[in-house]
């Protein structure tokens, strides 16, 4: 996660924390949205917390290297389908704070994401 001084610099020069999050490839995007929101609570611990405070970005190296932005249920999908093309079924998260907050001490969070799949066969 990223401060809102952070805006002006290019995404990958941004300074920040990283977290692990693991969550099933079938997982609904809420529960996902719920589990980022979750990851942030227990890192900044801020006041009040709402998905629509963030910028949520991802990137899959060598599969999908440029950020997207997650910001409903097909941004998910797409996080998800990229994922499970990596070889790990790993995704970065980029997570930019897009207001001020309201304490003075700011943190940042990267969160990476490894997608777990059921690869089982018939």
């Known amino acids: 996660m990223f401060p809102v001084g952070e805006n002006t610099k290019d995404l990958k020069k941004h300074c920040g924390k990283s977290v692990l999050l693991k969550l099933n490839s079938d997982h609904p995007f809420d529960t996902w949205k719920a589990q980022v929101l979750v990851k942030i609570d227990a890192t900044l611990h801020p006041d009040t917390i709402a998905f629509k405070d963030y910028e949520v970005l991802f990137s899959v190296p060598r599969v999908s290297p440029t950020p997207l932005a997650i910001t409903d249920e097909e941004g ?3 996080l998800v389908q990229c994922a499970m093309k990596s070889k790990n079924y790993e995704a970065n998260i980029y997570i930019q704070q ?13 969160l990476f994401v490894s997608v777990i799949t059921d690869q089982t066969t018939t």
């Open 98 to 110: 897009l207001r001020a907050p309201t304490v003075k001490k700011v943190h940042r969070i990267c």
């Open 76 to 78: 998910y999908a797409e």
